[in-house]
């Protein structure tokens, strides 16, 4: 069994429009997160969550929104989408320290 | 601010050769940890292995093991045997990993 678990793993979209990338994940930790990993492969935080409740939220442009209907779902949503916005995004969940990650979300977008 | 840092970009190793990779944690924190991160090609991120500050004895996980200096705030990461599955880039962070450092890009030449 994945233990994260993010889909798509690929997408690509248009300029403009709006998307989702849904993680999972069935390792029971409390706090989730949402990275973005540009082409030079540096990793940034996004935001994090903790029992469903949104706890950093870094200087990311408010067309992401994201979404935790459970402690074991954090989605992402993009309204709006821009060229900047394609990269590798990685959902990644914690028992309070150390990571387990997904295994990424190559957004494209043209 | 903390901050966590690699200076190298990239390196090479001889198959076979054991390898250092660096990375340095610029903390007031007297408690602290260095996780280590594996991305190879495919992208997805792959923990190895972890110390804490605390911790009485270096870190080693098969043939990864971290030379860690408490005076100097380092965990380097040492891959001893190298072999050509071990290019990759390679990540360090700190507990909470709200910032991973800009990655190694190592290169295992046969």
């Known amino acids: 069994d994945t233990a994260v678990s993010q889909t798509p793993k690929y997408l690509v979209t248009q300029m403009g429009n709006d998307k989702s990338i849904k993680c999972e994940q069935n390792?029971?930790?409390?706090?989730m997160y949402w990275y973005k990993q540009d082409s030079k492969k540096f990793l940034k935080i996004m935001f994090s969550y903790n029992n469903k409740e949104l706890i950093i939220n870094e200087t990311v442009p408010n067309r992401f929104s994201p979404k935790s209907p459970d402690k074991a779902h954090l989605n992402l949503h993009i309204n709006s989408l821009e060229l900047g916005d394609s990269a590798v995004y990685f959902c990644?969940?914690?028992?309070?320290?150390?990571?387990?990650f997904g295994s990424g979300t190559r957004l494209t977008v043209v | 601010a903390q901050k966590i840092t690699q200076t190298q970009p990239g390196m090479f190793v001889q198959e076979k050769e054991a390898v250092t990779l660096d990375c340095t944690y610029d903390?007031?924190?007297?408690?602290?940890?260095l996780f280590w991160y594996k991305q190879p090609s495919s992208g997805e991120m792959i923990f190895l292995i972890y110390q804490g500050s605390y911790d009485q004895q270096n870190a080693t996980e098969g043939r990864y093991s971290l030379n860690f200096q408490k005076a100097r705030k380092s965990a380097n990461l040492v891959i001893s045997a190298s072999q050509l599955g071990d290019s990759a880039m390679y990540f360090c962070?700190?507990?909470?990993?709200?910032?991973f450092g800009s990655g190694t890009q190592l290169t295992v030449l046969p």
């Open positions: 990644a969940s914690s028992p309070g320290s150390g990571y387990t």
């Open positions: 962070a700190p507990p909470r990993q709200l910032t």
């Open positions: 903390t007031s924190d007297p408690s602290y940890g």
């Open positions: 390792l029971g930790h409390d706090t």
